[in-house]
Each structure stands twice: as C-alpha cells, then as structure tokens.
C-alpha cells in the first residue's frame, strides 16, 4: 500500500467522529426541528450539533446558505461551546439572513434579534437583546425574577463583521458594513460603514477609508 493512500485511509477514519453526528443533523434533528416550528432557508451548512430552543409561540428563521459551527475543527479560531440559539418569551423572533457565517455565537432573544444577509460572527460572540436578570436586587433574589427582565431589539444590518469574543447587547442597531472589532462590548447605535472596537466599543474608523 502506497503511504499516500494510507494517509488518506488514516484521515478518513478520524474523520468518523464527526460524520455519524453529522448524518444525525440531516436525517433526524431536520425533522425534529421542522416539528418544532423552526423555518430554515436551503443548502445550510451544520458542522456540529447546535443547541436550538424555541419558546412555544415565538418563532425563529434561518436563512439560505448559511454556515453553522459548532465545533473547533471547522474553524481556525476554534470555539468554546456550541452554537446556541434560543428564544426566551413566547413572541420573541430570531431572524438570521442569508449567507451567514458563525462559529459559537450565543443568539438569545426575549424580543427581537434580527441579523442581515452575508454577516460574519466571529468565534463566541454573544448577541443578547435582554439582560436576563433583574436589575432590582430583591426582584433577581425572588421568584419574579424571570419576569421582570429588561429586553430591547437588536438590529445588525448587512455585510456587518463582528470580531470574535464580542458582545452585543440589547437596543443596539448596526448599519450595513458595520466593522466590530474583537472583543468589544457594544451597548449602542452605530452607522453604515463604522469601525468599532472597544469596551464600550466606539468608532475608531471607516470601512471608506481604507
């Protein structure tokens, strides 16, 4: 046997640990997801299983062509965690565009969160539109903690790059083209084209500049 054809056999079975899960996604967790009202485009790319919640009423779409990661081989950065995708409230909407690339983000909505077409997330970024705990010491120590949360939409438009390990936070609008550079915390609106980077991220430059 020629050495370059035991390497390919060598490559291959390491390769199964990932393509029984994979064959999972497409003949069983497709249906399961269907049956549980998600609505997802065409030709959407899964590497990994992803953890996918949806709240009884609130509705989630994914668009076409999209690609999916949830796990460390598939991405140069690496992830910590699975993709994860959760609604929270039984009106909350998750809309993710067509063409999307992400790698372990955290989508959690208890209103809105709408993402463009052609976006690229970054390795574990975080897109929260809630705060998920009371600020209100007594009420996040109580039972009515839960449902005294404070949540406000979150918008990113087209084309936006987000750097990987950023966090964007509830009420916060992205134009078109938008840069967001790793790590940052972004708590406001900012307009087509920005550079952003920083804790609270702020415009450090212009796509049109470059």
Same mark, same amino acid.
């Given at each position: 046997?020629?050495?370059?054809?035991?390497?390919?056999?060598?490559?291959?079975?390491?390769?199964?640990?990932?393509?029984?899960?994979?064959?999972?996604?497409?003949?069983?967790?497709?249906?399961?997801?269907k049956?549980?009202?998600?609505?997802?485009?065409?030709?959407?790319?899964?590497?990994?299983?992803?953890?996918?919640?949806?709240?009884?009423?609130a509705?989630?779409?994914?668009g076409?062509?999209?690609?999916?990661?949830?796990?460390?081989?598939?991405?140069?950065?690496?992830?910590?965690?699975?993709?994860?995708?959760?609604?929270?409230?039984?009106?909350?909407?998750?809309?993710?565009?067509?063409?999307?690339?992400?790698?372990?983000?955290?989508?959690?909505?208890?209103?809105?969160?709408? $993402? @463009? %077409?052609?976006?690229? #997330? &970054?390795?574990?970024? =975080? +897109?929260?539109?809630?705060?998920?705990?009371?600020?209100?010491?007594?009420?996040?120590?109580?039972?009515?903690?839960?449902?005294k949360?404070?949540?406000?939409?979150i918008? $990113? @438009? %087209?084309?936006?790059? #987000? &750097?990987?390990?950023? =966090? +964007?936070?509830?009420?916060?609008?992205?134009?078109?083209?938008?840069?967001?550079?790793?790590?940052?915390?972004?708590?406001?609106?900012?307009?087509?084209?920005?550079?952003?980077? @920083?804790?609270?991220?702020? #415009?450090?430059?212009?796509?049109?500049?470059?």
């Amino acid at each position: 046997m020629k050495i370059s054809t035991l390497l390919r056999a060598v490559y291959s079975i390491n390769r199964w640990q990932y393509y029984i899960p994979d064959l999972y996604i497409e003949l069983i967790q497709k249906k399961i997801w269907k049956l549980k009202k998600l609505s997802m485009g065409k030709n959407i790319k899964w590497f990994g299983l992803p953890i996918i919640t949806n709240t009884k009423g609130a509705k989630i779409y994914i668009g076409n062509n999209c690609f999916i990661c949830s796990r460390s081989y598939h991405t140069s950065l690496g992830v910590s965690h699975k993709m994860i995708i959760r609604t929270l409230e039984q009106n909350s909407k998750i809309h993710i565009g067509n063409n999307v690339r992400m790698s372990g983000t955290a989508i959690c909505a208890a209103s809105t969160i709408n $993402i @463009g %077409d052609r976006c690229v #997330i &970054g390795a574990d970024v =975080i +897109i929260a539109d809630n705060d998920f705990h009371s600020i209100d010491p007594i009420i996040r120590s109580s039972v009515h903690d839960s449902g005294k949360l404070t949540s406000k939409p979150i918008k $990113i @438009g %087209d084309d936006v790059f #987000i &750097g990987g390990r950023s =966090i +964007i936070l509830k009420g916060v609008e992205l134009g078109n083209n938008v840069v967001v550079g790793a790590g940052s915390v972004v708590t406001k609106f900012f307009p087509e084209g920005s550079i952003i980077a @920083g804790n609270p991220a702020e #415009i450090i430059g212009n796509i049109n500049k470059y």
